[in-house]
């Protein structure tokens, strides 16, 4: 079965420092998706970074990057620069196929703190 | 803000009501999800609907149900509510199926 885990509970960064939140998937589909979404204390569930199965090369999105080791099965988020504002919960998906559909299935998260 | 509107964003009820959750996809947006986030359960997968046909049911219960109309919104309807219903529920649209899913805003619903 498609599982996604996401060890850390919670992390804690300092302001304009880096860091790296951790994701393992296990699948046996050749072809699959990996997201992260952030959701803030306010609920909404925002999209962060994509990265196929068959990508090259690693995910950016701005501050966002994803480094994608596809050998080890893991999709790690690196924010840099962190600000007060990325304090959330963050979450990592993978795009399950099932019969005609694609489903995402999350791991349980990871509650970021940036402290000033 | 994704595009995907969610109305209501907050809903008390009492248990045994019936509720119905509406959801606006994105402008184009074939794809309609549906997910419950609960704190036992993590996000969860309910249903999915694509131009207005079923395409795939997860962990969706009974007394739940979807649908999405020929204008693509969606709407979810939760009968015989019970307290462990309380959550919030999100729906995702997505231009096809395996595109990025872009989520609303969420409705939090509360059953006492």
């Known amino acids: 079965a498609q599982k996604i885990t996401q060890t850390q509970p919670g992390m804690f960064v300092q302001e304009k420092e880096a860091v790296t939140l951790d994701c393992t998937y296990d699948?046996?589909?050749?072809?699959?998706?990996l997201f992260w979404y952030k959701q803030p204390s306010s609920g909404e569930m925002i999209f962060l970074i994509y990265q196929g199965s068959y990508d090259q090369q690693n995910a950016t999105e701005g501050r966002y990057s994803l480094n994608f080791q596809k050998a080890r099965k893991s999709a790690n988020l690196v924010i840099s620069a962190s600000q007060l504002g990325d304090s959330a919960m963050y979450f990592c998906?993978?795009?399950?196929?099932?019969?005609?559909?694609?489903?995402?299935?999350f791991g349980k998260g990871t509650k970021l703190t940036v402290n000033p | 803000d994704s595009g995907v509107t969610q109305t209501p964003k907050h809903l008390i009820t009492a248990t045994g009501q019936r509720v119905t959750l509406r959801c606006s996809p994105r402008?184009?947006?074939?794809?309609v999800y549906w997910y419950q986030q609960s704190l036992d359960q993590g996000l969860q997968f309910l249903i999915h609907y694509y131009n207005g046909e079923e395409r795939a049911k997860g962990n969706i219960l009974e007394r739940f149900s979807a649908q999405q109309f020929p204008d693509l919104h969606s709407e979810l309807n939760l009968s015989s509510l019970e307290l462990g219903d309380s959550a919030l529920y999100f729906c995702?649209?997505?231009?096809?199926?395996?595109?990025?899913?872009?989520f609303g805003p969420g409705t939090r619903l509360l059953v006492l």
């Open positions: 402008s184009g947006d074939l794809s």
């Open positions: 995702a649209s997505s231009a096809v199926p395996d595109g990025t899913q872009y």
């Open positions: 998906a993978m795009r399950k196929a099932q019969g005609g559909s694609e489903k995402l299935v």
């Open positions: 699948t046996s589909d050749p072809s699959y998706g």
